[in-house]
């Protein structure tokens, strides 16, 4: 239910699910869950190293999009409330 809403909230389109802005906001979204996990999981070192991956890949999504557009990257970041990538 939360991907459908994630999704509807970002989409650029009527039948937008694979656009930039989507895909950092689903994985934002699952990254703060992962995080939540290893606060009481603190040895699970598969999830944190699967966390690792999701965060190089939304920064890899970010950096284009700021190539890209930058006003949309602005938009972006401050809705979801993340730092801007370097």
């Not at 939304?58 to 999009?65: A, H, I, S, T, W």
């Given at each position: 239910?939360?991907?459908?809403?994630?999704?509807?909230?970002?989409?650029?389109?009527?039948?937008?699910?694979?656009?930039?802005?989507?895909?950092?906001?689903?994985?934002?979204?699952?990254?703060?869950?992962?995080?939540?996990?290893?606060?009481?999981?603190?040895?699970?070192?598969?999830?944190?190293?699967?966390?690792?991956?999701?965060?190089?890949?939304?920064?890899?999504?970010?950096?284009?999009?700021?190539?890209?557009?930058?006003?949309?990257?602005?938009?972006?970041?401050?809705?979801?409330?993340i730092r801007e990538v370097?």
């Amino acid at each position: 239910m939360e991907k459908k809403e994630i999704i509807d909230k970002f989409k650029l389109s009527e039948n937008d699910t694979g656009s930039v802005q989507v895909q950092v906001a689903l994985l934002t979204q699952r990254i703060n869950h992962l995080n939540e996990h290893l606060k009481l999981n603190k040895k699970d070192n598969h999830s944190r190293r699967g966390l690792l991956q999701m965060v190089g890949k939304r920064k890899g999504f970010l950096l284009y999009l700021k190539d890209k557009d930058i006003e949309a990257y602005r938009k972006l970041i401050k809705e979801l409330g993340i730092r801007e990538v370097k």
